[in-house]
């Protein structure tokens, strides 16, 4: 089951990944009244008790690894949902091909765009796929209007592989050979796998 990141904290330089609790939902649900955000991640709005319970199976189902990107500058140190800054979802949806990852990255508050925390997170959740998961190829869908993020994904070394313009969105893609998952390896050596529940203990609990 997908419960592998449930204690796992991704700490790099700019950004910090942690599983996606209860705590963060009133967050997360707040962001996503925004219009722009509902266009930009094709999502439709939804109350507050179903995002709780869109929580829940995003937590329980086998096919889906999430993590929500935390500000390293503010966390540990103020409250997660304080910190918050966007979410990173992997889906292993391919049923004939279980090496396969289709990534989504989101940077929900409009202040941390444009900083290189889109970037850093989706680089950690790929070296995560690669290490932990198996994952060999990635695929990322875009709206075509969302240039931002298409020109962040052919930084990592994605290729344009298709257009929908029914959707209106491109498919991008990565296979990840020997020399990609060396680059990537290289990229995110410097992130600190931690336990949630250890960072989550109240200051002072630890010096004991």
Not at 30 to 35: K, P
Not at 81 to 92: A, I
Not at 183 to 197: F, G, N, R
Request: proline share 3%.
């Amino acid at each position: 089951a997908m419960k592998i990141n449930q204690d796992t904290v991704l700490r790099g330089e700019k950004v910090t990944l942690v599983p996606y609790t209860a705590a963060h939902v009133p967050r997360y649900h707040e962001w996503m009244q925004s219009e722009e955000l509902q266009r930009l991640t094709a999502s439709e709005p939804l109350s507050l008790e179903q995002e709780y319970e869109m929580q829940c199976s995003w937590r329980d189902d086998a096919d889906k690894c999430t993590f929500i990107v935390l500000d390293s500058g503010r966390w540990p140190g103020q409250a997660e949902e304080n910190s918050m800054v966007g979410d990173v979802n992997l889906f292993l949806t391919n049923a004939e091909d279980p090496t396969m990852g289709e990534i989504e990255i989101m940077i929900a508050e409009p202040s941390c765009r444009g900083r290189g925390f889109g970037k850093e997170a989706t680089l950690l959740m790929m070296a995560y796929g690669v290490r932990k998961l198996g994952i060999t190829k990635f695929e990322a869908k875009i709206g075509q209007e969302n240039e931002a993020s298409i020109c962040m994904f052919k930084k990592l070394h994605f290729k344009e592989v298709a257009v929908n313009s029914v959707f209106q969105e491109v498919t991008l893609r990565l296979d990840v050979s020997d020399q990609e998952r060396r680059w990537l390896l290289e990229q995110t050596d410097h992130v600190e796998e931690k336990s949630y529940a250890e960072l989550k203990q109240p200051a002072g609990v630890l010096d004991i």
